[in-house]
C-alpha cells in the first residue's frame, strides 16, 4: 500500500467519523441533526434536505422550509419517528423543531456514543496501519525493498497513524465539549 493510498484511507476515515458526530445531538442545533432523515413522499424514501431547505434558529431551534405544501405532514411525522425523540411544529410551509436541553443523564449516554464511536475509528486505522505494514513487510521479504526502505516507510505510516490518531482525539475533545455545555 503506497502512503498516498494509506493517507487517503485515514483521511476518509476522518471525515466519516466528522459526519457520525454531526448527526448526534450535542446542546447545539446542527442541520445534519435532520437533513438525512428519510421521508416517504411521491411514492419514494426522499432525505429531508431534498425536500426544503434546513436552518438553525439559536439558541436551540431548527427550521426547515419546505418546498412543497403537501410534504409537510409526512416530514413532520418522519422526524417525529426518529431517533431525536423531539416534536415538530407545523405552520405553513414550515416546520420547528425545539431542541430542548439535554439532561445530565442524556449527555452521560451521548458521551459514551461518541467515545464508542471514536474507538472503533481508531481500530479502523490500526488495521490500516496493519495492512500497510504487512505490505512493506511482503516488499522486503520478496527484496523490492531494502531493510532501509522498509524501516523508513513504516516510520512514515507510523507518523501518519499518530497524526490522524490525534486529530481523532481533537474530534472527540470537541464533540464532548459540544456536548456538556
Known amino acids: 500500500m503506497e502512503l498516498k493510498n494509506l493517507e487517503q484511507k485515514l483521511k476518509f476515515l476522518l471525515e466519516s467519523l466528522k ?3 454531526q448527526t448526534i445531538r450535542s446542546g447545539r442545533p446542527s442541520p445534519r441533526m435532520v437533513e438525512d432523515i428519510k421521508v416517504e413522499v411521491y411514492g419514494q424514501l426522499m432525505p429531508v434536505k431534498a425536500l426544503g431547505s434546513i436552518s438553525v434558529i439559536p439558541p436551540r431551534e431548527i427550521q ?3 418546498w412543497d405544501k403537501e410534504a409537510v405532514n409526512a416530514v413532520a411525522k418522519a422526524i417525529e419517528n426518529s431517533s431525536l ?3 415538530a411544529n407545523t405552520d405553513g410551509n414550515l416546520i420547528r423543531i425545539n431542541l430542548p436541553q439535554l439532561t445530565d443523564e442524556r449527555k452521560k449516554e451521548m458521551e459514551k456514543v461518541v467515545k464508542k464511536m471514536a474507538e ?3 481500530i479502523k486505522v490500526r488495521t490500516a496501519r496493519e495492512d500497510a505494514n504487512k505490505e512493506i513487510k511482503n516488499l522486503e521479504t520478496g527484496k523490492k525493498l531494502s531493510e532501509d526502505a522498509a524501516f523508513k516507510q513504516k516510520e512514515a505510516v507510523q507518523k501518519l497513524v499518530d497524526k490522524i490518531n490525534e486529530e ?3 474530534l472527540l475533545e ?3 465539549k ?3 455545555e
Do not use: C, D, G, H
Open 85 to 87: 425523540n423531539v416534536a
Open 178 to 180: 459540544e456536548i456538556f
Open 174 to 176: 470537541n464533540k464532548l
Open 64 to 66: 426547515i422550509s419546505l
Open 120 to 122: 472503533e475509528t481508531r
Open 19 to 21: 459526519t457520525e458526530f
Open 168 to 170: 481523532i482525539e481533537k
